[in-house]
């Protein structure tokens, strides 16, 4: 969980998505208790710019991982669909499933197009050759 939280590439599941919004009003809610206090003075809108880009950036990956842009999460109440729908089943064009559920990589004769084996019936895998050199 939270393998790199600032990129904009990839999907994440649902449950990473909530733990980052609710971090960030937490965050939100400590910066308005010292938003007061005249030390701090107007540095504290700065220091909410790199929470405000961890929520954009894993808006956009849960987008991803329910088979949208990155652009959907500006859509107003978008965001219960995100935080309420389960994602897209198997590999999209954004990513694999996060959950690992649908990943196979291999196709239809039972070739293994990330690895590069065959698989046979029973799901384990060899070296394209090796059947032949067997025999």
């Known amino acids: 969980m939270f393998n790199d939280p600032f990129s904009f590439y ?7 998505y909530a733990l980052t919004i609710i971090i960030y009003y937490i965050f939100y809610f400590f910066v308005m ?5 005249a030390t701090f003075g107007d ?7 790199l929470p405000i880009y961890l929520v954009i950036s894993q ?10 842009s990155g652009w959907w999460q500006l859509v107003p109440f978008y965001g219960f669909a995100m935080l309420f729908s389960s994602g897209d089943y198997g ?4 990513g694999d499933n996060p959950k690992g559920e649908g ?10 197009v990330k690895t590069g084996k065959m698989m046979d019936v029973n799901g384990n895998a060899s070296q394209l050759g090796e059947e032949i050199k067997a025999e």
Do not use: M
């Not at 990839?10 to 990473?16: F, L, P, V, Y």
């Not at 540095?43 to 710019?49: A, E, M, Q, S, V």
């Not at 590999?91 to 954004?94: A, S």
């Not at 990943?103 to 293994?112: A, M, R, T």
């Open 91 to 94: 590999p999209n064009e954004y």
């Open 43 to 49: 540095w504290i809108g700065i220091i909410l710019l």
């Open 33 to 37: 208790v010292f938003q007061n206090n």
């Open 59 to 68: 808006g956009a990956k849960r987008c991803h991982d329910l088979g949208k």
């Open 10 to 16: 990839g999907r994440i599941r649902r449950t990473e």
């Open 103 to 112: 990943n196979e990589s291999y196709d239809e004769f039972g070739y293994d």
